[in-house]
């Protein structure tokens, strides 16, 4: 997936465990894990607004996009067929 999920960066930025990280933003554990890895397929402007002032950032400390390669839009699209 072209987004990147950046949240165990600035959690090691502000010395973070994810126990810590998931109770103060009001989330479970597993579902911060499913974050931090990437395998969300969408995350609520309010979970990404709670994380955004937990951690002190900004959105775009959390996410980032890379170009994603012809190989993968060519599978996605596939996807998108089913």
């Given at each position: 997936m072209?987004i990147?999920?950046?949240?165990d960066?600035?959690?090691?930025?502000?010395?973070?465990?994810?126990?810590?990280?998931?109770?103060?933003?009001?989330?479970?554990?597993?579902?911060?894990?499913?974050?931090?890895?990437?395998?969300?397929?969408?995350?609520r402007?309010?979970t990404?607004a709670?994380l955004?002032?937990?951690?002190?950032?900004q959105?775009?400390?959390?996410?980032r996009w890379?170009?994603?390669?012809?190989?993968?839009?060519?599978?996605?699209?596939?996807d998108?067929?089913d």
């Amino acid at each position: 997936m072209p987004i990147i999920v950046d949240v165990d960066v600035m959690m090691a930025r502000r010395k973070m465990s994810a126990g810590e990280l998931a109770e103060a933003v009001g989330i479970t554990p597993a579902n911060l894990a499913v974050l931090k890895n990437g395998r969300a397929k969408a995350v609520r402007f309010t979970t990404l607004a709670a994380l955004c002032r937990v951690l002190e950032c900004q959105p775009g400390d959390l996410l980032r996009w890379e170009d994603a390669g012809e190989g993968e839009l060519l599978q996605r699209g596939n996807d998108d067929r089913d």
